[in-house]
């Protein structure tokens, strides 16, 4: 992928609804806060931290 993001980036973000840690879903091209069932995605290499951008976990 020509739009790699940062893997330190990755570390140091946090969830800005439970401030918990993510994890990275490398498939989807995505953040994900299980805390708080979302997912917000990576735009070209650039992670969208915004609950109104981010999607709603099934289940």
Do not use: H, W
């Not at 990576?42 to 999607?55: F, K, Q, S, Y």
């Amino acid at each position: 992928m020509a739009n790699q993001t940062d893997p330190k980036l990755l570390e140091t973000l946090v969830c800005p609804v439970t401030r918990s840690t993510l994890s990275y879903n490398a498939d989807k091209q995505e953040l994900v806060s299980k805390a708080a069932g979302l997912a917000f995605p990576i735009r070209n290499g650039i992670p969208v931290m915004l609950v109104d951008e981010a999607r709603k976990l099934d289940g």
